[in-house]
C-alpha cells in the first residue's frame, strides 16, 4: 500500500470523534484545490478551524472539500482576479460561517519562462491581476465583512523569488516583491486589529512547480542545506503559526521557508 493510499484510508476510517474540537475560528484560503493552499486548509482544519477554500477547478474543489470533510470545510469555484467571484466567496463563507477570522491568499500564477527583456507586457498584466491585485481584493471584503470590526488576520503567501533575483521567472517574481510591500501595508492599515504577514517559501513539491524540479529533484535538493525540498505541510504549518495566538505580536513581516537555501546567497 503506497503512503498516499494509507492516508486516505485513514482519512476514510476517521470518525467524527477524532477530529479536534471546533476552535470557532474561519479561514478563507484562496487557490486552495491542491498544493500549497490544500497545505494550509489541511493544517487549520486539523486544528479545529472551518475553512472556505477557492480555486478554478470546481472538480478538484469537491474532492478537497471531501477530503477535508463537508462539516468543516465549502468550496468556491472561481477565478481569483474575478472581482464578482471575490464577493461571492466571501458572501458564500459568511453565509456559511457568520465569520471570516483568517484570510490566506494563495491563488497564484506563473504561465512564462523566460528572460526580461522579452517578457510580454499583457503577460505581465495578467501575472499581477492574479497574484497581487486579487489579493487585495480579497483583503479589502474581509476587512470590510468582518475583520475591521473583530479582528484577525491575513497570511499572504510571497515567494523567495520576490527577494531575490530569480533567473527566467522574473515576472512572477515581481508580483511576489509586490505581495511583500503589500503586506506592509495592509499590516500599517489594519494595525491594530488585523494582522498581516507573508511567507516566501523557497521552491516546494507542488504541481505548480514541477517545472523546476521534474526528473532532477535530488539533483535540485541537494543545493538545499536542510536536503530537501520543501512540501505544502511545510507551508501549512507556518500559515497555522501565523494565524495562532502565539503569533499574537507579529506583523508586517515576511517569514522565509527555504529548507535554509537563501544561506547560499552570500559572498563565497
Known amino acids: 500500500?503506497?503512503?498516499?493510499?494509507?492516508?486516505?484510508?485513514?482519512?476514510?476510517?476517521?470518525?467524527?470523534?477524532?477530529?479536534?474540537?471546533?476552535?470557532?475560528?474561519?479561514?478563507?484560503?484562496?487557490?486552495?484545490?491542491?498544493?500549497?493552499?490544500?497545505?494550509?486548509?489541511?493544517?487549520?482544519?486539523?486544528?479545529?478551524?472551518?475553512?472556505c477554500i477557492t480555486g478554478r477547478n470546481e472538480d478538484a474543489l469537491k474532492e478537497a472539500v471531501e477530503r477535508l470533510g463537508a462539516d468543516r470545510a465549502i468550496g468556491v469555484a472561481g477565478k481569483a482576479h474575478d472581482e464578482a467571484h471575490q464577493?461571492?466567496?466571501?458572501?458564500?463563507?459568511?453565509?456559511?460561517?457568520?465569520?471570516?477570522?483568517?484570510?490566506?491568499?494563495?491563488a497564484g500564477t506563473n504561465p512564462v519562462f523566460g528572460?526580461?527583456?522579452?517578457?510580454?507586457?499583457?503577460?505581465?498584466?495578467?501575472?499581477?491581476?492574479?497574484?497581487v491585485v486579487s489579493a487585495l481584493g480579497f483583503a479589502q471584503l474581509t476587512w470590510k465583512f468582518w475583520q475591521k470590526a473583530n479582528g484577525g488576520a491575513i497570511v499572504n503567501i510571497a515567494s523567495l523569488a520576490g527577494i531575490s533575483a530569480s533567473p527566467f521567472i522574473g515576472a512572477y517574481g515581481m508580483s511576489?516583491?509586490?505581495?511583500?510591500?503589500?503586506?506592509?501595508?495592509?499590516?500599517?492599515?489594519?494595525?491594530?486589529?488585523?494582522?498581516v504577514n507573508a511567507i516566501a517559501p523557497a521552491v516546494v513539491k507542488t504541481r505548480f512547480a514541477q517545472a523546476l524540479y521534474e526528473g532532477r529533484?535530488?539533483?535540485?535538493?541537494?543545493?538545499?542545506?536542510?536536503?530537501?525540498?520543501?512540501?505544502?505541510?511545510?507551508?501549512?504549518?507556518?500559515?497555522?503559526?501565523?494565524?495562532?495566538?502565539?503569533?499574537?505580536?507579529?506583523?508586517?513581516?515576511?517569514?522565509?521557508?527555504?529548507?535554509?537555501?537563501?544561506?547560499n546567497a552570500g559572498v563565497s
Open 176 to 195: 511576489k516583491a509586490a505581495m511583500v510591500n503589500l503586506t506592509l501595508q495592509l499590516a500599517h492599515e489594519f494595525a491594530p486589529v488585523v494582522r
Open 115 to 131: 528572460p526580461m527583456a522579452d517578457l510580454d507586457l499583457n503577460v505581465a498584466r495578467k501575472v499581477f491581476e492574479t497574484n
Open 87 to 106: 464577493a461571492i466567496a466571501v458572501e458564500r463563507a459568511m453565509e456559511a460561517f457568520g465569520r471570516i477570522d483568517f484570510l490566506v491568499n494563495n
Open 1 to 51: 500500500m503506497t503512503q498516499q493510499t494509507q492516508d486516505e484510508q485513514a482519512q476514510a476510517d476517521r470518525t467524527p470523534g477524532d477530529r479536534p474540537q471546533d476552535s470557532g475560528k474561519v479561514a478563507l484560503i484562496t487557490g486552495a484545490s491542491r498544493g500549497i493552499g490544500y497545505g494550509v486548509a489541511e493544517a487549520l482544519v486539523a486544528r479545529g478551524d472551518r475553512v
Open 217 to 263: 529533484e535530488a539533483e535540485a535538493a541537494a543545493s538545499y542545506p536542510l536536503g530537501r525540498l520543501g512540501v505544502p505541510e511545510d507551508i501549512g504549518g507556518a500559515a497555522a503559526f501565523l494565524t495562532s495566538d502565539q503569533s499574537d505580536w507579529i506583523t508586517g513581516q515576511t517569514l522565509v521557508v527555504d529548507g535554509g537555501i537563501f544561506l
